[in-house]
């Protein structure tokens, strides 16, 4: 007994690679010319974080940070935004404080930024969860700190880039706090003309305006974020990667062309995948701008993550929206909440200690991959090569091994990307995520977030697909022939649209009707 299970054993379900377990050793902290790191590596070497210095720039490659803004007729921006925020570390501040000193050195907004998000958060908040003046004036003091703590220039993720942005959660909590007192310069403009018309928003002042229970439940946590970093025995004290990676032309796989068979899949009908899928590569179901519409309405499975999360937050500042061939990767984030439901039913629930060891570089094992599906208004549209295509790429990109060995490579933990809000079809979605993780030679984690008929459904097809030594070509080209079928049948039955087999029911009968020629 035992022999059987071992041989060729080593995809056997339930066998998922996890960090820190298939670890691989990481060189030294360095940094190079795709690589930027905010601290002193000679320092972190020696065990301590300390800021890196170097000459600021200001100009399109860089973050222009409040402090680099040149002087003009009305004197020192910075000066102007020291002197706002002293005086909310004076004993007692109000919500009408906050406002008046924001709007000091954001003048031209006085009128047309309002406050009744967070007003309404304040008179509603128990005061033992928030004491606001407390937390307000160590927030304001963490904003202050920022041309200490910030000493190098932060370079702009900017498409076709591949780029890395090391920097420590210190660095982090002070960005995110001068994001929560909107002092970033030239990022209030809305039109996407202007100058970071193609980045995300930083500055919180959509997140303060139009009280709902969404934006109460929001500022629970970012105040829980901002009370945990804020004080000195719960202070994070390591670093956190952003990177984002492109892919050439050259590097896109000629999908019809793979040989690899499918990866092992297990699917979850419980779970999510940020508790359930910890140590794997967890996959952000992205908008093209980094964090979607967490600073203002949206409160779906990206938002959520990125309140859990708030360092996530911070990619927002330099991370230009993203393009069919890339992706944001992000390692090393820590949760400091949980929470319960989702969207209308979401809540804060409570401070959540993250027991996640942590790597060479000092990041929680924990990695977050960016990746935005196409939204589909009409349904049809996914159903043809083009956007299969593209659904392909933008999986692969999330999905690709860095240069390591596959036993060395954590799963993927993923579910219905692109199904929610951008409408997708849960059944392609996964074929194209199946084949996507087959060419990065990864195995899949798929949660379906509490439907357990869809969950019995994928299995079964993946098994099935499993038993007739699907490639990812072979697969590739069923799913164009499905598109064809789809044009055809849905055209004939546009009035009832649900007449049209759906793409499992498609290769199941395809399949059959193989088995039964040979
Ligand atoms: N774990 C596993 N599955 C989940 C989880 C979770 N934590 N949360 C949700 N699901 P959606 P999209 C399932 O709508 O369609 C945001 O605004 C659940 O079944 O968030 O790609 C972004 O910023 C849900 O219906 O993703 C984008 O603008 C499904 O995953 C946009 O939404 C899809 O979640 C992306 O929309």
Not at 21 to 50: P, W, Y
Not at 462 to 472: A, E, G, R, Y
Request: aromatic letters at 10%; hydrophobic letters at 35%; proline letters at 4%.
């Amino acid at each position: 007994p035992g022999t059987e299970a071992q041989a060729g054993d080593t995809q056997c379900e339930g066998k998922l690679n996890k960090e820190p377990e298939c670890h691989m050793q990481l060189d030294k902290l360095s940094a190079d010319r795709n690589h930027t790191v905010l601290i002193d590596i000679n320092e972190f070497n020696a065990g301590r974080i300390v800021p890196y210095k170097g000459k600021h720039h200001w100009d399109h490659l860089h973050v222009k940070l409040p402090q680099c803004y040149p002087l003009n007729t009305m004197g020192s921006r910075w000066a102007a935004i020291e002197k706002a925020l002293k005086k909310l570390t004076d004993k007692g501040v109000s919500v009408g404080d906050v406002e008046r000193a924001i709007k000091t050195y954001n003048h031209s907004h006085r009128r047309d930024w309002n406050f009744d998000a967070l007003s309404s958060y304040v008179a509603q908040v128990p005061k033992l969860e928030n004491n606001f003046p407390n937390v307000i004036s160590k927030m304001a003091k963490l904003a202050l700190k920022l041309p200490e703590l910030i000493q190098h220039p932060i370079p702009l993720l900017r498409q076709k880039c591949n780029h890395a942005i090391t920097m420590s959660q210190e660095q982090i909590s002070c960005l995110l706090a001068n994001a929560f007192f909107c002092t970033f310069p030239h990022r209030n403009a809305t039109h996407p003309n202007s100058e970071y018309g193609n980045f995300p928003t930083i500055n919180f002042s959509s997140l303060f305006a139009e009280r709902s229970p969404r934006k109460f439940q929001k500022l629970r946590a970012l105040f829980h974020y901002f009370n945990t970093v804020t004080k000195e025995d719960s202070k994070p004290d390591g670093l956190v990667t952003f990177e984002r990676i492109s892919i050439k032309p050259s590097e896109c796989p000629e999908w019809n062309k793979q040989k690899g068979n499918l990866t092992s899949l297990q699917v979850y009908s419980k779970g999510c995948i940020e508790k359930e899928g910890k140590g794997m590569l967890q996959v952000d179901f992205a908008a093209k701008m980094v964090g979607g519409g967490v600073l203002g309405r949206g409160l779906v499975q990206e938002e959520i993550r990125f309140i859990q999360c708030p360092e996530l937050i911070v990619a927002r500042l330099f991370t230009e929206k993203l393009a069919d061939n890339e992706c944001l990767k992000i390692t090393g984030v820590q949760m400091y909440s949980n929470t319960h439901g989702y969207s209308d039913t979401f809540e804060w629930h409570s401070p959540h200690t993250d027991q996640t060891k942590r790597d060479e570089w000092k990041r929680l094992y924990c990695q977050i991959v960016a990746i935005d599906a196409l939204r589909f208004d009409d349904p049809r549209q996914q159903f043809t090569e083009i956007s299969i295509k593209r659904e392909l790429l933008k999986a692969y990109v999330g999905f690709k091994r860095d240069n390591v060995p596959t036993e060395y490579t954590s799963a993927i933990a993923t579910g219905n990307w692109g199904c929610g809000a951008f409408k997708g079809d849960p059944m392609l979605k996964a074929l194209i995520q199946m084949m996507a993780a087959a060419v990065a030679q990864r195995d899949l984690a798929y949660f379906t977030f509490d439907n357990e008929q869809q969950a019995e459904h994928l299995q079964r097809m993946h098994k099935l697909l499993k038993s007739h030594n699907m490639t990812v070509g072979k697969l590739y080209n069923l799913l164009q022939d499905y598109c064809k079928h789809y044009s055809l049948h849905h055209h004939h039955h546009h009035h009832h649209p649900h007449q049209v087999k759906n793409v499992f029911d498609y290769i199941r009968e395809k399949l059959a009707i193989r088995s039964s020629q040979l």
